[in-house]
T-cell receptor, first 112, second 114 residues
Framework: GDSVTQMEGPVTLSEEAFLTINCTYTATGYPSLFWYVQYPGEGLQLLLKATKADDKGSNKGFEATYRKETTSFHLEKGSVQVSDSAVYFCALGGAGSYQLTFGKGTKLSVIP | DAGVTQSPTHLIKTRGQQVTLRCSPKSGHDTVSWYQQALGQGPQFIFQYYEEEERQRGNFPDRFSGHQFPNYSSELNVNALLLGDSALYLC?????????????FGAGSRLTVL
């Protein structure tokens, strides 16, 4: 079945540091890929998505590229802020499906 | 514009009891999905409702059931609660035809089973 593997956390970075959170997936067909963010006490918010190979999703300085050859969708940000502290989830969804498969999440803490 | 609202936000039950969680989708959305998020884990898909019928279901036992009402709101029912049912239950809504994967999540209902 479909699965998502993302790097174990927690990750602690200083403000303005470069962020990479690795995500790889296993899926049949051609899924869409997502990054969701969960701030403390809140629901998941869609951060960015990509629907086909080589697509780059971007939002709020975050970006991720759908790499079919390496089955990866790594999340990057050039300069993190304290306000980026949250749990980040990589997810995939089959075409036309409401069933998203999530990774276990990576907790990011950014210190001033 | 109200997003997805869920109630109650927190509740405590004992083993063997039954629980009902409620969800109002984002205005304009017509389909609702439910997810279970255990502590330290990613959300797991329970099922999805559209036009008052269950359309997709994840790997959850029949103790988990749901309902969608004509106003698109939804309920999740869990019978014969087990300790392992303790989790954050997330409701997500979407509009059919705009991209099945584009979900708006609520803040969740945290269930503790003692």
């Amino acid at each position: 079945g479909d699965s998502v593997t993302q790097m174990e956390g927690p990750v602690t970075l200083s403000e303005e540091a470069f962020l990479t959170i690795n995500c790889t997936y296993t899926a049949t067909g051609y899924p869409s890929l997502f990054w969701y963010v969960q701030y403390p006490g809140e629901g998941l918010q869609l951060l960015l998505k990509a629907t086909k190979a080589d697509d780059k999703g971007s939002n709020k300085g975050f970006e991720a590229t759908y790499r079919k050859e390496t089955t990866s969708f790594h999340l990057e940000k050039g300069s993190v802020q304290v306000s980026d502290s949250a749990v980040y989830f990589c997810a995939l969804g089959g075409a036309g499906s409401y069933q998203l498969t999530f990774g276990k999440g990576t907790k990011l803490s950014v210190i001033p | 514009d109200a997003g997805v609202t869920q109630s109650p936000t927190h509740l405590i039950k004992t083993r063997g009891q039954q629980v009902t969680l409620r969800c109002s989708p984002k205005s304009g959305h017509d389909t609702v999905s439910w997810y279970q998020q255990a502590l330290g884990q990613g959300p797991q898909f329970i099922f999805q409702y559209y036009e008052e019928e269950e359309r997709q279901r994840g790997n959850f036992p029949d103790r988990f059931s749901g309902h969608q009402f004509p106003n698109y709101s939804s309920e999740l029912n869990v019978n014969a609660l087990l300790l392992g049912d303790s989790a954050l239950y997330l409701c997500a809504s979407s509009l059919v035809g705009t991209g099945a994967n584009v979900l708006t999540f609520g803040a969740g209902s945290r269930l503790t089973v003692l």
